[in-house]
């Protein structure tokens, strides 16, 4: 039986289980490795505190997805494709490790924000 996302220990395990799967993934990991050239380091504990403060109100995240990958898409055209995958990775990452009220939350969250950044984005 699967358990529901927690705290923030299961975020990092979802959010490093799911960057996993980018880094060496063939329709998006080059925009990460190659375009972004990434500092996971950097990146993740960020993206710890974005999920974080999605479903439990108390990250410290205090950055704008929206002009990062728009500054993203301006080096390298993003695609309806690459959000299309990008939901899929990151469903299919929760549906793997988590079940319950959260984990159905963030998926809703995660295509509600994917739809935005690709309307803004591509438009
Ligand atoms: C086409 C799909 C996507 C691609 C290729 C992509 C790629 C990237 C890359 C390369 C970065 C790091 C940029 C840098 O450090 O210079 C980044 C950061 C980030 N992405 Fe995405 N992303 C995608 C979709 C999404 C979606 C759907 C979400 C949220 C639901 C999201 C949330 C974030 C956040 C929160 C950051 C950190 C921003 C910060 O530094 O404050 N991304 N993304």
Do not use: C
């Not at 329709?27 to 375009?35: K, M, Q, R, W």
């Amino acid at each position: 039986m699967k358990k529901d996302i927690r705290n923030k220990k299961d975020i990092e395990k979802l959010v490093d289980t799911f960057f996993e799967k980018v880094k060496t993934d063939v329709v998006i990991g080059y925009l990460f490795n190659d375009v972004a050239q990434v500092n996971w380091d950097n990146l993740l504990p960020k993206m710890y505190d974005f999920w974080e403060n999605i479903l439990f109100h108390n990250g410290n995240y205090d950055g704008n997805p929206m002009y990062i990958h728009q500054e993203l898409h301006r080096k390298s055209a993003l695609k309806q494709q690459h959000f299309n995958h990008w939901l899929v990775l990151f469903t299919t990452t929760i549906d793997d490790l988590f079940s319950g009220t959260k984990a159905e939350e963030i998926k809703e969250r995660a295509a509600n924000i994917a739809n935005a950044l690709m309307i803004k984005t591509l438009t």
